[in-house]
C-alpha cells in the first residue's frame, strides 16, 4: 500500500509515515482528514480505493514530470 501511495504521488507529498498498531487498525489520513479506515469499513483496504480517496482531498495531479 506505501509503495503504491509513493509510485503514484512521490513527486507531490512531503512526508508518509507508518504507525504500526494492534488490533487489525489499519488508517490512511492525508493531513488531518481520515480517508480510510478499517475500523470504520470492517474490512480490509484495496489499494486502488485508498489511492481514489487521497485524489479526492488533494484533488486531481497532473502527469509526474517527463511522463508525457
Known sequence: MVEAILNKFEHYIDDVTVIPSSGGVFEVTVGDKL???KKDLERHAEVQ??????DAVIGPIPE???EH
Open 35 to 37: 480517508v480510510f479506515s
Open 49 to 54: 480505493e485508498v489511492l481514489e480517496a487521497i
Open 64 to 66: 509526474p514530470p517527463g
